[in-house]
């Protein structure tokens, strides 16, 4: 049972990173009515609103890079927990900035949808 969490959670994360820094509007089949993103301590809620809200960021360009990916089961029915940290760069930005985000896969038949989705970027401490 513990490789098939984990495996769900890299095929997940490498298929989500993948489509985010080409497509944001890709990651519509990601996302339900009832799930929901905070992205920086905003919240939204439903599938349109938050693709809307990934299309509506600040930057065109974008390169994440993951640098952990921990999971772990979370429901009896098949739930993942994906705790992701990096870093992500923007249009011609030069130095990237660390992020932390997790989600919530929820199983959904033969695949799963984000339930929850917490992105946060995290700054060096003054």
Not at 26 to 39: E, G, H, I, N
Not at 56 to 69: A, N, Y
Request: zero cysteines; glycine letters at 8%.
């Amino acid at each position: 049972m513990a490789t098939d969490f984990q495996t769900v959670a890299q095929q997940f994360v490498d298929y989500y990173y993948k489509t985010f820094d080409a497509d944001r509007g890709a990651l519509a089949a990601l996302y339900r009515p009832q799930s929901m993103l905070t992205f920086e301590s905003n919240a939204t809620q439903g599938g349109d609103a938050i693709i809307e809200k990934l299309k509506g960021l600040p930057f065109q360009k974008v390169e994440h890079r993951v640098d952990t990916v921990d999971a772990q089961p979370s429901s009896p029915d098949g739930g993942v927990l994906v705790l992701v940290t990096g870093a992500i760069l923007t249009d011609e930005e030069s130095k990237p900035l660390t992020y932390a985000q997790t989600f919530q896969l929820v199983k959904d038949g033969e695949s799963y949808f984000v339930f929850n989705d917490v992105f946060k970027l995290v700054y060096a401490g003054a």
